[in-house]
């Protein structure tokens, strides 16, 4: 458990806070590329860590983030009219770029040159990976884009999105690491009526009918081994079930700083998944979710998937809410939940956000009681903790330095139960961290 004081530090996010600076120091998405269509369209109200904040795109095609009222006399400037490579606030006419600057005042004389005096608060933009991104730290500390797989490959390769979550982004991206969680909220099963549970025999295996051996597993073995190794960018998190024989099955997890973090369970050649998570307030987040394949271009009938909820992508509205959310109680069905899913709730995103929401807008984390299959949750909390708590110190963040090294990837494996973590990421993906670097095919952006 962690006292009320340090929740507080590990939650809190806005101008000043400590964690909420730690979260500065990097690049942030903030829009999908996809919400700002074409040059001249709808400006988009965003909030980012508290923070009230407007993005356009000018008649270049150059996306601003600036903030989100005229420094005239407060009006919105979402009010206003996008045009010839500004942004012209409706009440008296102030217009201004990308970079925050006014550029033309009606309201004033022109021999005062009054506009030039007027600035407000803008951030640097960058577009990646069909995301576009905010840094809202120091300039002098600005670091690079992280290179992350997925933006690095083509665009036919990977299918990016995002959903609502009404929640803390810390519990949310605690869920995304938790390789435990699996055994019960997302396997299903057919119970039949003359079914008896036999606690001594089997765990959960009398529900669960599986057609895989790693989903056997899974059913199995509720109390995998956790195993977390540090790395230039993060965290690598494994988790290692028996699978019979004198095999684990691993899965293995990455956190990469501040706040992505990629799936578990892909096998060689499968698609990966990821989630970034972005607090909007202290009390709900945005989470962009990607799945990507390194090796070949996704088909249509993977993206027509996607766009139905796969995995940890879910299925949205054309705001990108999820279909099942907290306000319908997640189209919960109980006849279900008694014969084929512990939750009764349809999709991995979706099970996912019901009980991370119900955590409360914020987990009391004073108490909760944790385990042994809890080791990855403790790691990220002591991580982003002392880091956040350093850089009030005066150390930036050593990960905002090697963004070069996020290049890693996420997935299973079944090896010997001889081998120890550092072996297993060796037979995995070559490298003890997962880091496999720039793919030989650049991307198109």
Not at 68 to 81: D, F, T, V
Request: hydrophobic share 40%.
């Amino acid at each position: 458990m962690l006292r009320a004081e340090d929740n507080k530090f590990l939650t809190e996010v806005g101008p000043g806070t400590g964690m909420g600076e730690l979260l500065r120091r990097f690049w942030i998405p903030v829009l999908l590329s996809e919400e700002l269509p074409e040059p001249d369209s709808e400006p988009k109200k965003i909030t980012v860590l508290g923070e009230e904040l407007l993005a356009f795109r000018d008649s270049r095609g150059v996306v601003g983030v600036i903030d989100q009222y005229c420094p005239h006399r407060g009006a919105n400037l979402w009010l206003g009219r996008v045009e010839e490579c500004g942004i012209r606030c409706v009440y008296h006419g102030w217009k201004f770029d990308t970079d925050g600057r006014c550029v033309d005042m009606p309201t004033s004389y022109p021999d005062l040159n009054a506009k030039d005096l007027i600035r407000i608060k803008s951030y640097p933009v960058r577009e990646w990976g069909e995301m576009i991104w905010a840094y809202m730290g120091p300039a002098d500390a600005m670091p690079e884009l992280p290179d992350l797989e997925m933006a690095l490959l083509p665009a036919s390769h990977r299918y990016v999105s995002k959903k609502w979550q009404d929640c803390n982004w810390v519990q949310a991206l605690e869920g995304s690491i938790d390789t435990a969680h699996f055994t019960f909220a997302h396997l299903s099963f057919d119970k039949e009526e003359n079914e008896i549970l036999d606690i001594k025999k089997h765990f959960v295996n009398p529900l669960v009918r599986v057609s895989t051996d790693h989903m056997r597993w899974i059913a199995e073995d509720p109390r995998p081994v956790i195993k977390v190794s540090p790395h230039e960018a993060g965290l690598t998190i494994a988790g290692g079930r028996l699978t019979g024989s004198d095999n684990i099955y691993w899965r293995i997890a990455q956190f990469l700083m501040p706040f992505h973090a990629y799936a578990p369970s892909a096998m060689p050649g499968e698609n990966i998944f990821g989630q970034t998570f972005v607090p909007v307030t202290d009390t709900n987040c945005w989470i962009y979710t990607y799945a990507w394949n390194p090796v070949r271009p996704l088909t249509q009938a993977e993206r027509d998937a996607f766009d139905r909820g796969n995995g940890v992508i879910a299925e949205v509205d054309d705001n990108y809410v999820p279909l099942r959310h907290k306000g319908n109680d997640y189209l919960i069905d109980r006849k279900l939940q008694k014969t084929m899913s512990y939750t009764g709730i349809k999709g991995v995103s979706e099970q996912d956000a019901a009980v991370q929401d119900s955590q409360g807008p914020i987990a009391d984390r004073t108490r909760e009681h944790l385990g042994p299959t809890d080791l990855g949750i403790m790691h990220f909390r002591k991580v982003v903790m002392e880091l956040a708590r350093a850089l009030q110190q005066g150390e930036p963040p050593p990960q905002a330095a090697h963004q070069d090294r996020y290049a890693v990837r996420s997935g299973a494996c079944v090896t010997s139960r001889a081998k120890d973590l550092p072996a297993v990421m060796l037979e995995r993906f070559g490298d003890v961290a997962g880091f496999v670097g720039r793919p030989k095919v650049a991307a198109a952006e």
